[in-house]
T-cell receptor
Framework: DTAVSQTPKYLVTQMGNDKSIKCEQN?????MYWYKQDSKKFLKIMFS???????INETVPNRFSPKSPDKAHLNLHINSLELGDSAVYFC?????????????FGPGTRLTVL | DAKTTQPTSMDCAEGRAANLPCNHS???????VYWYRQIHSQGPQYIIH???NNETNEMASLIITEDRKSSTLILPHATLRDTAVYYC???????????FGAGTTVTVRA
């Protein structure tokens, strides 16, 4: 039973295209996140959602639009893809946004923009 | 805005204990110490966290010094599958995010 799952695992696309990455968690958590890991391997928070509501947008370009249809899902849509968007994107979830709650991560989606 | 300092890399022998140090000299009273690891091509994996007291779970032990300015993650019997990047993260109770640094690349050798 995968706790946090993402699809697709790999995504290769051309500059200028629009693409989506899907995330689902079956842990019953209220909070979900998107993180980006760039080529230098640094992991950075992008968004945080709590009960389907956006609570934090970490100065991410508005080409990135997260959507949460329900508490178990947080999808990431990216418009007008750029070369610099190439990275691994990780979805995560936690019980709540509190700092004493651990976050559980998905396996990642490797996005390559050509 | 790194709050933690970790060695860049370390090696350890299979079957031996691996002791991973972390300095967090500016830690505040309401900040937790978290450890995550990332095995190659996988998502980060939660290991353990603590506030003041030492903690132990099925994966590891976390030893926090009395002044809370440093901690050590102990993997009691390292295996080859423990080869990964280990991240020490300081996180306040109100902090929704995990702020990852460069971590320590741990290589377990047979």
């Amino acid at each position: 039973d995968t706790a946090v799952s993402q699809t697709p695992k790999y995504l290769v696309t051309q500059m200028g295209n629009d693409k989506s990455i899907k995330c689902e968690q079956n842990l019953g958590h209220d909070t979900m996140y998107w993180y980006k890991q760039d080529s230098k391997k640094f992991l950075k928070i992008m968004f945080s959602y709590n009960n389907k509501e956006l609570i934090i947008n970490e100065t991410v370009p508005n080409r990135f639009s997260p959507k949460s249809p329900d508490k178990a899902h947080l999808n990431l849509h990216i418009n007008s893809l750029e070369l610099g968007d190439s990275a691994v994107y990780f979805c995560a979830s936690s019980v709540a946004t509190r700092g004493d709650n651990e976050q559980f991560f998905g396996p990642g989606t490797r996005l390559t923009v050509l | 805005d790194a709050k933690t300092t970790q060695p860049t890399s370390m090696d350890c022998a299979e079957g031996r204990a691996a002791n991973l140090p972390c300095n967090h000299s500016t830690i505040s009273g309401n900040e937790y110490v978290y450890w995550y690891r990332q095995i190659h091509s996988q998502g980060p994996q939660y290991i353990i966290h603590g506030l003041k007291n030492n903690e132990t779970n099925e994966m590891a032990s976390l030893i926090i010094t009395e002044d809370r300015k440093s901690s050590t993650l102990i993997l009691p019997h390292a295996t080859l599958r423990d080869t990964a990047v280990y991240y020490c993260i300081v996180r306040a109770l109100h902090d929704y995010k995990l702020s990852f640094g460069a971590g320590t690349t741990v290589t377990v050798r047979a």
